[in-house]
């Protein structure tokens, strides 16, 4: 059994920052990749950024050099720092994360429950 909770979504305005935070709990072996999307109304999931074990990350091409993804592996944590923040990017963000349960199992996905951001004056 594995847990994914998420903090830190809110309500910002456009130009502010934000970070959010997944923290992974229970039956965990490893952790490989760790990522962030997005879903907003009427519009499809969409992958923010990711970060592998080896701590390579990519980037939507919207994001790039605004928002930073990282991660601290003794706390099985990812992190998402969002700045100069902008209305389109208000969406409920969700993590993700790829959890082996024990050494004899491939990885398996983990969704997060989602947190809403809103970027708004």
């Known amino acids: 059994q594995v847990q994914l909770e998420e903090s830190g979504g809110g309500l910002v305005q456009p130009g502010g920052s934000l970070r959010l935070s997944c923290a992974a709990s229970?039956?965990?072996?490893?952790?490989?990749?760790m990522g962030w999307y997005r879903q907003a109304p009427g519009k499809q999931r969409e992958l923010v950024a990711v970060?592998?074990?080896?701590?390579?990350?990519t980037y939507a091409e919207s994001v790039k050099g605004r928002f930073t993804i990282s991660r601290a592996n003794a706390k099985n944590t990812v992190y998402l720092q969002m700045g100069s923040l902008k209305p389109e990017d208000t969406a409920v963000y969700y993590c993700n994360v790829a959890i082996r349960g024990s050494k004899y199992q491939g990885p398996l996905n983990f969704w997060g429950q989602g947190t809403q951001v809103t970027v708004s004056s």
């Open positions: 229970g039956s965990i072996f490893s952790i490989n990749a």
């Open positions: 970060i592998l074990s080896g701590n390579s990350t």
